[in-house]
């Protein structure tokens, strides 16, 4: 009895002119990327039928390019986007010589993987309240021998790291609760909606970690937090009235808002 023969493999054209009737602005990059991590014909038929069903490339991919880093992205785990650099920088800028590195909200553990990566040996904890993204930030620490703890903020971390933290970085869900429906579909639909929902005007979780920062917190330390444009001033209010000394830094280039406060010496 004969065997059923495999279908063709895709053209790299052929993948270009699904991903571009699936609406792919980038349809071009996109297939490149996609041909170059598939490993097997029916591979690569499968990533494309998920991509052009929706699917963020990312999760298509299994990894996002970040800071320098591939961060593997597993599916129901929130994306690490290309602006969120602009907080990696903005910590290592504010603080070069921290020895202790807590990622709160880290989704993928991206911003803990290339803090670690590029400040050398540093004791490194990332915490989220969801499994899934615990998981898949573990897998991203690993090389920096990193330990990640399922939680609610602050309640997840080991208590010896009050007041030894030089860098919390917290990616806090920012999008105001009305304004979510709003989301592209790929985030909408495939991201967990804990990681997006900010809450009525979008800094609910902000304001709990700006509340708790400074207890955790070295002298000197800093913690950070992604926001938007419009919510840049009252998150910088949230932070002073945590007692933080506090800035707001923005790249027009990445269109990122962050804030900064320190915990003085």
Same mark, same amino acid.
């Given at each position: 009895?004969?065997?059923v ?14 991903? %571009? ?8 990059? &996109? ?15 499968s ?5 052009t ?9 299994g ?59 540093? &004791? ?10 615990? %998981? ?24 010896a ?37 900010g809450g ?18 070295a002298?000197g330390?800093?913690?950070?937090? &992604?926001t ?33 406060g320190?915990?003085? %010496?």
């Amino acid at each position: 009895m004969s065997s059923v023969p495999s279908p063709p493999p895709l053209s790299a054209s052929a993948v270009v002119s699904a991903l %571009r009737a699936a609406g792919c602005v980038f349809a071009e990059d &996109e297939a490149e990327l996609i041909l170059g991590t598939a490993r097997t014909p029916a591979e690569l038929a499968s990533m494309v039928d998920r991509r052009t069903a929706g699917l963020p490339l990312e999760q298509v991919l299994g990894w996002a390019l970040f800071h320098g880093l591939r961060i593997a992205v597993e599916p129901g785990v929130f994306v690490p986007r290309r602006r969120t650099e602009f907080l990696v920088d903005q910590a290592l800028t504010q603080a070069p010589d921290a020895t202790v590195v807590v990622d709160l909200c880290c989704g993928s553990g991206a911003l803990g993987a290339a803090l670690a990566d590029a400040l050398g040996p540093v &004791e490194v904890h990332a915490a989220d309240i969801d499994p899934a993204a615990v %998981r898949c930030a573990r897998r991203n620490l690993a090389p920096y021998e990193g330990r990640s703890h399922v939680g609610d903020l602050f309640d997840a971390l080991p208590p010896a790291l009050r007041g030894r933290i030089g860098i919390l970085t917290a990616n806090v869900p920012y999008v105001p609760s009305a304004e979510v429906q709003l989301l592209p579909a790929e985030a909408r639909d495939h991201e967990p909606p804990a990681a997006l929902d900010g809450g009525a005007d979008g800094l609910d979780v902000l304001r709990r970690v700006a509340a708790g920062a400074p207890g955790w917190l070295a002298p000197g330390g800093v913690v950070l937090a &992604e926001t938007s444009e419009r919510q840049a001033p009252a998150a910088l209010r949230a932070f002073t009235d945590a007692g933080l000394t506090a800035r707001t830094a923005a790249s027009e280039e990445l269109y990122a808002h962050v804030v900064i406060g320190v915990r003085e %010496r």
